[in-house]
């Protein structure tokens, strides 16, 4: 080989490693421009992880309940061009994993428990994205339904439960919408690591679907050179420490990876450099306005005494924590930092309604950021200052790239200071979060001084769910304290990382004493919205949830409040199933997901009736976490066996013969629907609803197919398509659904087959509510 054939070998292996965290740097010599990568799958961060707003959605478990493939593609339009914006080439999203285990950490991340569902928006989402000249990377290639160590787990599943359910999503946004990419994920399948699955990518994503993008690890997934190169894997994540770079330059002059495999890697990122080169300028989106649409359409209404919509003008008890402090987005890898957040005592004050508010009970112990601007001072270990940087509250995270280039080598301690003048007077609480070695001084005393041990070993721990060491003060309003935190940075990871913060709260009400302040609120109004949910510490990337039960005391401040006031109106503010064991108790009852930054004026539109609530239910909603045919997320000995097959979501509640509180499918409008007519031609349902209300809305028709005669291996009922239909009060509306022979097929040793034989489908508004069955004989 001669020198400059060496050179051209080192910047092709190059080209295939994270230059740092977020980008793949410029390769002049072949041409390369470089790429950077942001996630996903609500918006768009960009590579600063705070300090650079985006447009944030609501979450995937929203999007799905909209059921509506029209307005995903929307929603892939508007973060093409958020990611334009940002000078970001690639969307590390959407993710497609199932919903198998309600106790999913990610579970609020991925989109249903349906794969067809799943695979239909994904491909739409996918499709606009990819029309803004943006690519995609549709992840977690394959199997990764759960966060116990993700990183290393291995899944035993057999052939049928992956392709009917895990594989199909993939499969079908490879078939639908030709992703740019994909993500292979952390865990193994049946013994290889995704990350070196040659079978699943180069066999089955490559060989058998024709997908022609690129695939990229998960972040810090790829751990062997040689593995890696010839299982398919294109570009491993993030840099400067990677598999691949010198060490894949080493092992093709060694013979290890032959040099076409190479040529192969890199012709696929050329590829992915050329198709995302000249994005497009389309008429620009009003990303605001969007995140509404998609949070008041994905409201999906479970009850209703014909409290809502809400008539006349109400004096309304808003209660709750939540209610204020808003949860806009699960935790992890998915959050964005919004540039405002509006949360239902917003909403609802904007819409003009008559409210008091109360705040009840919290989801959570945990401080938020002091709220008060602050100075970050970095500093080298002989104390030479580095740099300045104003930050508009307690929080600091830097990720991947130090402002103001600052050298990583250098950094030894980030100082916060500030000064905070609280508001009330009492017993206040004061906390340094994060993990190593802090210092923390309030007004010149010292109360912390030493190092915080992290939790767990994943390495987004830090990151996503920090330690948080507080301390009780007593102040008084209006004089100033001062704040001085001061954290000496572990240098040496992979990642230049600096994540911590000064945390706050204000005295706080003793628990009863809340609760019983909201009960006397809710038993002068009106009408009682009590806004419940989960918190950080249930809903995450990076660990699984241990429950399904509302945390703190929220279960007993709805049941308190329903009882004081027969107008209660339950909003449920949590991104996958929680217990509701109030639910016959109460007048409303309403989800609204993770809703994004607009949830609270969204959530006006539907209580007032501006908005219909559109959604329906894409996954099964337990009564009781015990009743969940599927729930383990644990593994025993590095191995999780998905040993219930394609039983997973309704086909095994159905299997199992439990009813859940809400079942598949599920929800209400402000208007009704009857089915009138289904007829079956070419492949497709023609199917006609009409509207039995008085007002205009919106169905969404779902058809389900079923063996004529039952088959136990099989699930009993699996949604076979869908479609929004809409008509005014007295009108019909035809959708027509498109049931491919695909629908009907097994997978059945190595292929697909379809039983010949008589089958029913059976149309209607949710997995048994079904007023049209028809039969379809297959020759
Ligand atoms: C997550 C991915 C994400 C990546 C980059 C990983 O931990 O699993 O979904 O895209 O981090 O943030």
């Given at each position: 080989?001669?020198?400059?054939?060496?050179?051209?070998?080192?910047?092709?292996?190059?080209?295939?490693?994270g230059?740092?965290?977020?980008?793949l740097?410029?390769?002049?010599?072949?041409?390369?421009?470089?790429?950077?990568?942001?996630?996903?799958?609500?918006?768009?961060?960009?590579?600063?992880?705070?300090?650079?707003?985006?447009?944030?959605?609501?979450?995937?478990?929203?999007?799905a309940?909209?059921?509506?493939?029209?307005?995903?593609?929307?929603?892939?339009?508007?973060?093409?061009?958020?990611?334009?914006?940002?000078?970001?080439?690639?969307?590390?999203a959407?993710?497609?994993?199932?919903?198998?285990?309600?106790?999913?950490?990610?579970?609020?991340?991925?989109?249903?428990?349906?794969?067809?569902?799943?695979?239909?928006l994904?491909?739409?989402?996918?499709?606009?994205?990819?029309?803004?000249?943006?690519?995609?990377?549709?992840?977690?290639?394959?199997?990764?339904?759960f966060?116990?160590?993700?990183?290393?787990?291995?899944?035993?599943?057999?052939?049928?439960?992956?392709?009917e359910?895990?594989?199909?999503?993939?499969?079908?946004?490879?078939?639908?919408?030709?992703p740019w990419?994909?993500?292979?994920?952390?865990?193994?399948?049946?013994?290889?690591?995704?990350?070196?699955?040659?079978?699943?990518?180069?066999?089955?994503?490559?060989g058998?679907?024709g997908?022609?993008g690129?695939?990229?690890?998960?972040?810090?997934?790829?751990?062997?050179?040689?593995?890696?190169?010839?299982?398919?894997?294109?570009?491993?994540?993030?840099?400067?420490?990677?598999v691949?770079?010198?060490?894949?330059?080493?092992?093709?002059?060694?013979?290890?990876?032959?040099?076409?495999?190479?040529?192969?890697?890199?012709?696929?990122?050329?590829?992915?450099?050329?198709?995302?080169?000249?994005?497009?300028?389309?008429?620009?989106?009003?990303?605001?306005?969007?995140?509404?649409?998609?949070?008041?359409?994905?409201?999906?209404?479970?009850?209703?005494?014909?409290?809502?919509?809400?008539?006349?003008?109400?004096?309304?008890a808003?209660?709750?924590?939540?209610?204020?402090?808003?949860?806009?987005?699960?935790?992890?890898?998915?959050?964005?930092?919004?540039?405002?957040v509006?949360?239902?005592?917003?909403?609802?004050?904007?819409?003009?309604?008559?409210?008091?508010?109360?705040?009840?009970?919290?989801?959570?112990?945990?401080?938020?950021?002091?709220?008060?601007?602050?100075?970050?001072?970095?500093?080298?270990?002989?104390?030479?200052?580095?740099?300045?940087f104003?930050?508009?509250?307690?929080?600091?995270?830097?990720?991947?790239?130090?402002?103001?280039?600052?050298?990583?080598?250098?950094?030894?301690?980030?100082?916060?200071?500030?000064?905070?003048?609280?508001?009330?007077?009492?017993?206040?609480?004061?906390?340094?979060?994060?993990?190593?070695?802090?210092?923390?001084?309030?007004?010149?005393?010292?109360?912390?001084d030493?190092?915080?041990?992290?939790?767990?070993?994943?390495?987004?721990?830090?990151?996503?769910?920090?330690?948080?060491?507080?301390?009780?003060?007593?102040?008084?309003?209006?004089?100033?304290?001062?704040?001085?935190?001061?954290?000496?940075?572990?240098?040496?990871?992979?990642?230049?990382?600096?994540?911590?913060?000064?945390?706050?709260?204000?005295p706080?009400?003793?628990?009863?004493?809340?609760?019983?302040?909201?009960?006397?609120?809710?038993?002068?109004?009106?009408a009682?919205?009590?806004?419940?949910g989960?918190?950080?510490?249930?809903?995450?990337?990076?660990?699984?949830?241990?429950?399904?039960?509302?945390?703190?005391?929220?279960?007993?401040?709805?049941?308190?409040?329903?009882?004081?006031?027969?107008?209660?109106?339950?909003?449920?503010n949590a991104?996958?199933?929680?217990?509701?064991p109030?639910r016959?108790?109460?007048?409303?009852?309403?989800?609204?997901?993770f809703?994004?930054?607009?949830g609270?004026?969204?959530?006006?539109?539907?209580?007032t009736?501006?908005?219909?609530?559109?959604?329906r239910?894409?996954?099964t909603?337990?009564?009781?976490?015990?009743?969940?045919?599927?729930?383990?997320?644990?593994?025993?000995d590095g191995?999780?066996?998905?040993?219930?097959?394609?039983?997973?979501?309704?086909?095994?509640?159905?299997?199992?013969?439990?009813?859940?509180?809400?079942?598949?499918?599920?929800?209400?409008?402000?208007?009704?629907?009857?089915?009138?007519s289904?007829?079956h031609?070419?492949?497709?349902?023609?199917?006609?609803?009409?509207?039995?209300?008085?007002?205009?809305?919106?169905e969404?028709?779902?058809?389900?197919?079923?063996?004529a005669?039952?088959?136990?291996?099989?699930?009993?009922?699996r949604?076979?398509?869908?479609?929004?239909?809409e008509?005014?009060?007295?009108?019909?509306?035809?959708?027509?659904?498109?049931?491919?022979?695909?629908?009907?097929?097994?997978?059945?040793?190595?292929?697909?087959?379809t039983?010949?034989?008589?089958?029913?489908?059976?149309?209607?508004?949710?997995?048994?509510?079904?007023?049209?069955?028809?039969?379809?004989?297959?020759?």
């Amino acid at each position: 080989m001669s020198a400059h054939e060496d050179e051209l070998l080192e910047a092709r292996a190059r080209m295939l490693a994270g230059h740092d965290m977020w980008s793949l740097a410029a390769e002049p010599a072949l041409g390369f421009p470089g790429l950077t990568m942001s996630d996903g799958p609500i918006g768009v961060r960009g590579v600063h992880w705070s300090g650079d707003p985006s447009v944030a959605l609501p979450s995937p478990t929203a999007l799905a309940a909209t059921w509506d493939t029209a307005l995903a593609r929307r929603v892939g339009a508007l973060l093409a061009q958020e990611a334009r914006r940002k000078g970001v080439q690639v969307l590390l999203a959407p993710t497609v994993n199932l919903q198998r285990s309600p106790l999913g950490g990610r579970h609020f991340e991925c989109l249903s428990e349906d794969p067809l569902l799943t695979g239909r928006l994904a491909a739409q989402y996918v499709a606009g994205v990819q029309e803004g000249g943006v690519a995609v990377t549709v992840k977690h290639f394959v199997a990764n339904d759960f966060e116990t160590e993700r990183m290393t787990a291995d899944v035993v599943v057999s052939e049928r439960a992956l392709r009917e359910l895990y594989l199909l999503p993939f499969e079908i946004v490879v078939k639908e919408a030709a992703p740019w990419g994909v993500m292979a994920a952390y865990n193994g399948v049946n013994g290889t690591a995704m990350s070196e699955h040659g079978e699943l990518v180069n066999g089955v994503l490559r060989g058998e679907w024709g997908f022609d993008g690129f695939v990229v690890s998960d972040w810090f997934g790829a751990r062997d050179t040689v593995g890696a190169a010839l299982g398919g894997l294109d570009v491993a994540m993030p840099g400067p420490h990677t598999v691949y770079g010198p060490a894949l330059a080493e092992a093709v002059r060694a013979g290890k990876v032959p040099e076409e495999v190479l040529a192969e890697h890199v012709a696929r990122v050329g590829t992915l450099a050329e198709r995302t080169a000249n994005p497009p300028s389309p008429a620009p989106v009003d990303g605001a306005a969007l995140a509404r649409e998609v949070a008041a359409r994905s409201v999906t209404l479970l009850r209703n005494d014909g409290v809502l919509p809400l008539a006349g003008a109400p004096r309304i008890a808003l209660i709750g924590g939540l209610a204020k402090d808003a949860r806009v987005m699960g935790g992890g890898s998915a959050q964005v930092t919004p540039e405002r957040v509006v949360s239902a005592w917003d909403g609802l004050r904007a819409a003009d309604l008559d409210v008091v508010y109360a705040r009840g009970a919290d989801p959570s112990d945990r401080l938020p950021a002091l709220a008060a601007p602050m100075r970050a001072v970095a500093l080298a270990e002989d104390g030479t200052v580095l740099g300045e940087f104003p930050t508009p509250d307690g929080a600091l995270m830097w990720v991947g790239r130090l402002p103001g280039g600052i050298d990583p080598e250098r950094l030894h301690t980030v100082v916060l200071r500030g000064t905070f003048t609280p508001e009330v007077s009492g017993a206040h609480l004061i906390a340094a979060e994060g993990v190593g070695e802090f210092r923390l001084t309030v007004d010149g005393e010292a109360l912390l001084d030493g190092a915080v041990a992290p939790e767990g070993d994943d390495p987004f721990a830090a990151l996503f769910f920090p330690a948080q060491t507080a301390f009780p003060r007593v102040w008084e309003a209006g004089e100033a304290v001062s704040v001085e935190l001061a954290h000496r940075v572990r240098g040496g990871g992979p990642i230049p990382f600096v994540g911590f913060a000064v945390a706050h709260r204000d005295p706080r009400a003793d628990a009863d004493a809340l609760i019983d302040e909201a009960v006397a609120a809710a038993a002068v109004a009106d009408a009682a919205v009590v806004v419940v949910g989960t918190s950080k510490e249930v809903e995450s990337e990076g660990f699984d949830r241990t429950s399904l039960r509302l945390p703190g005391r929220q279960d007993e401040l709805v049941a308190r409040v329903a009882a004081a006031n027969p107008r209660t109106i339950v909003v449920v503010n949590a991104g996958s199933p929680v217990e509701m064991p109030w639910r016959e108790d109460v007048a409303a009852l309403l989800l609204t997901w993770f809703p994004g930054q607009e949830g609270g004026h969204a959530l006006a539109d539907v209580l007032t009736g501006a908005a219909e609530p559109g959604g329906r239910l894409p996954t099964t909603w337990p009564a009781v976490l015990a009743d969940c045919p599927v729930v383990d997320v644990t593994p025993v000995d590095g191995t999780l066996r998905y040993d219930e097959g394609v039983f997973v979501g309704y086909p095994a509640w159905q299997k199992a013969g439990t009813a859940p509180a809400f079942e598949f499918g599920s929800g209400l409008g402000y208007t009704t629907w009857a089915y009138e007519s289904a007829a079956h031609a070419d492949s497709a349902l023609a199917v006609t609803v009409r509207n039995t209300g008085t007002r205009r809305g919106r169905e969404v028709v779902q058809v389900y197919l079923s063996p004529a005669a039952p088959d136990p291996d099989s699930p009993a009922r699996r949604l076979a398509g869908f479609a929004v239909a809409e008509a005014d009060p007295g009108a019909t509306a035809t959708v027509t659904i498109p049931v491919p022979d695909r629908a009907y097929a097994r997978w059945r040793d190595g292929a697909w087959h379809t039983p010949p034989g008589d089958y029913l489908l059976h149309t209607g508004r949710s997995l048994t509510r079904t007023p049209l069955t028809t039969p379809v004989h297959r020759p």
